[in-house]
């Protein structure tokens, strides 16, 4: 599978195989059984109010291998935890908003907390995207996210497995996030070796 990635990302143009291998795909950890994910999806959906089919599986577990340039294709195993993306404009603009006006808070938060703040200043905002991982709790419905993710590890294929969610503003901006990843893995996968 790593082969055939790896032939369409030489080839291929890049929001193709982000839509391929990425966004439009039943994920790995599924293996093959549409209707377990679609029942997944809707479980998570109507406990945190977003459409099923703003839900998409992201990274490893969707494709099976990692995509992180650090990481050289490392395959989905028994400790990776499970990130999705979740595409709702109104989600993203309350996080945002949030994050923005936080004003003497920022003094409150710990340290991964106030690098992720960075990182969302510097980078994500900019691709239309908001990273829970460290901030949701800061967020006006963190506790119903969290306590609803905590629930979906209670069961199959997510059982036991952290999950880790981005917000993204519309599906063109989940589409240009990966896009602009992939096209970073496609300069490392053809540059040619040093000398």
């Keep these: 599978m790593i082969k055939n990635f790896k032939q369409d990302l030489e080839v291929e143009p890049l929001n193709h195989v982000a839509q391929r291998w990425i966004i439009d795909r039943t994920p790995y950890v599924f ?19 977003v459409d099923g089919k703003a839900i998409i599986f992201i990274g490893s577990a969707s494709i099976g291998f990692s995509l992180n340039p650090t ?30 006006n936080l004003g003497t808070l ?10 992720s703040l960075e990182d969302h200043r510097n980078r ?16 006006p419905f963190g506790k119903q996210w969290f306590e609803t993710f905590e629930q979906m590890t209670s069961i199959a294929p997510t059982k036991d ?16 996030y990966h896009v602009s990843n992939l096209s970073k893995l496609r300069e490392k996968l053809t540059k040619p070796p040093t000398q």
Excluded at 74 to 99: C, K, M, Q
Excluded at 130 to 139: A, E, G, Q, S
């Design 106 to 115: 920022r003094h409150t938060l710990n340290s991964p907390q106030s690098r």
């Design 124 to 139: 994500l905002i900019y691709w239309g995207t908001f990273d829970t991982k460290h901030l949701l709790p800061k967020l």
């Design 161 to 176: 497995r952290e999950i880790n969610a981005r917000i993204y503003r519309d599906f063109e901006s989940l589409t240009d």
């Design 31 to 49: 293996n093959n059984d549409q209707i377990a994910y679609v029942n997944w999806k809707a479980s998570l959906a109507n406990a945190i109010g």
């Design 71 to 100: 990481k050289s294709y490392r395959v989905y195993n028994e400790s990776s935890d499970i990130d999705i993306a979740i595409v709702s404009r109104h989600h993203f603009e309350i996080a945002w908003h949030t994050i923005r």
